[in-house]
């Protein structure tokens, strides 16, 4: 089932990210956050997954960090 979830919610998060949707950034946030959780409590059953969950952090960070920096505004 979590399988499914993290599959659909990537393609909607995918498209939502590309067409520069608000809900595209919540479900891809939603999806990074569900995989962290899945893998780090859950890591008998998924294995070491510890480069992934690094990778989703990173992105993560990378986002706050781009979204807090002013866009200027064209004239």
């Keep these: ?5 993290l599959l659909l919610g990537d393609l909607v998060a995918a498209f939502g990210l590309w067409e520069n949707k608000k809900f595209g ?6 999806i ?3 995989q962290i959780i899945a893998y780090t409590i859950f890591k008998s059953y998924f294995g070491n997954q510890t480069p992934l969950v690094v990778v989703h ?4 960070l990378f986002y706050f960090i781009t979204s807090q920096i002013p866009v200027p505004e064209e004239q």
């Design 25 to 30: 950034i919540r479900i891809f946030q939603t």
């Design 57 to 60: 952090f990173t992105t993560i």
């Design 1 to 5: 089932m979590l399988g499914l979830f």
């Design 32 to 34: 990074a956050f569900s």
